[in-house]
């Protein structure tokens, strides 16, 4: 028996619901990846045509006409985004050179959405009833989760995507 | 008298997933800034190194070079396969980097150059020479998706003590590590991860976790077409159902992310012992979580309940 070795530990669940951080703000983002430089707002609205352009050059869908942007004094954008995948909803930022190349790319928030397959979900009803031995306390933050990997594959796309509406409708 | 401290703490796109640093030290923002900054450079350089999407990578290089030929690879590729190789022997091939191949035939990762002969290479064919050189006896191709992120959070760590930060936490995607200050984990359960389980406080120590929720897809090479996930048995070629959720405790994160893979195949072993004296040989301790429950295997210093 592979499992003779293997010792039961009471299980401590302690959160329902889906998590959600928030690393940066539109203000702080702008200081950590363009400390100290002069940024203005220069919001953009993609036209139809624009769209379709940056959608065949990226390869990727553009899910919103409207961009948040800053030009920087000097060179270079700022440029907030969102990406919505199957498990989160994620808020990024890209800094781009005066030449059009990323210069860093900053998670802003980050929200767990529903999109998961819940294969058992009978299987909290089993804790119900036990108390934890674990000294972890209940109600504090839960800042530490591990976990099969999330894929940032979409952060990736969106990346992408923002270069090309950079060449289309900034350069 | 000590000045108040300060922490930060930010995350940013790597190695196919987000890599998440937070810190607090008695500095000002700025040089607490300039430490994230440099740990993120670490981490951003294990992935140039070791991507199998970049043509440029030392992967990329290994995985097109035939047999035959010494390869010369940086430094820090060289440290990750030397330290899989003594792993791929400690387990008798259950930890093998040459996996790729079944990966790409899957769909888990991308076609890139075909092989001109079909490879069976395993970890044994892959010669580790001196001056970080490498040498192929037989074709293959490596991933080290299973043991680079790993690795670039050791990277992170030691980039962060470097720059006199006590008390750090490094979290790539789930394999995390942290110093100073005593960290309390939390994991998802595989049957609903948004229901997280608390195992205890991490203390100057590392602990990765391995599961399917997020990765698995239909077999595409069984008419059956059962849910499997990027995890290989190298002995079978064949990518495994993970339906548990198994982490691994350990000092440094590249070896509780490679260990993770050892105890998934070795989990339904015949030699039970042998997975327990692995783990005590490499002072591990693996949990396992499934819809039984929370199970502990072998102990470590590095977790405490």
Known sequence: ?171 | MPSPSNSLRAARPYLGTLVEISIDADLDVAQLQTAVNAAFSAVARVHQLMSFHDPDSDVSRINRTPAGIPIQIDPATYEVLGCAQRLSQRSQGAFDLTIAKVLVAQGFLPEVDPLPEIALASYRDLALLDAHQVLWQRSGRIDLGGIAKGYAVDCAIDVLQQHGIPHALVNAGGDLRCIGRPQPIHIRHPDDPQQLVAVGWLCDGALATSAGYYAQQPDLQSVAQQMINPIVDPQQQRCLAWQSSISVVAARCMMADALTKVVRLWLDDAAPDRLAQLLADLDAQALLLDQRGLASLGSSDCLRV
């Open chain 1, 1 to 171: 028996m592979s499992q003779r070795h293997w010792t039961l530990i009471p299980l401590a669940v302690v959160a329902t619901g889906a998590q959600a951080t928030e690393y940066l703000s539109a203000d702080q983002v702008q200081q950590v990846i363009f400390p100290g430089a002069k940024l203005t707002p220069a919001p953009i609205t993609l036209s139809d045509e624009q769209i379709h352009h940056i959608e065949q050059m990226s390869g990727v869908k553009v899910p919103y006409k409207d961009l948040k942007a800053w030009k920087v004094t000097g060179g270079g954008w700022l440029l907030i985004d969102q990406v919505i995948g199957k498990h989160e909803l994620i808020t990024y930022a890209v800094g781009l050179n005066a030449n059009g190349s990323v210069k860093q790319v900053e998670i802003m928030d980050y929200r767990e959405t529903y999109g998961y397959a819940i294969r058992t979900p009978a299987w909290r009803h089993q804790f119900v009833g036990k108390t934890s031995a674990s000294k972890v306390t209940l109600n504090q933050d839960i800042v530490n989760i591990s976990g099969a990997t999330l894929s940032s594959q979409h952060v990736t796309e969106g990346v992408k995507r923002l270069l090309a509406t950079y060449a289309v409708a900034l350069k």
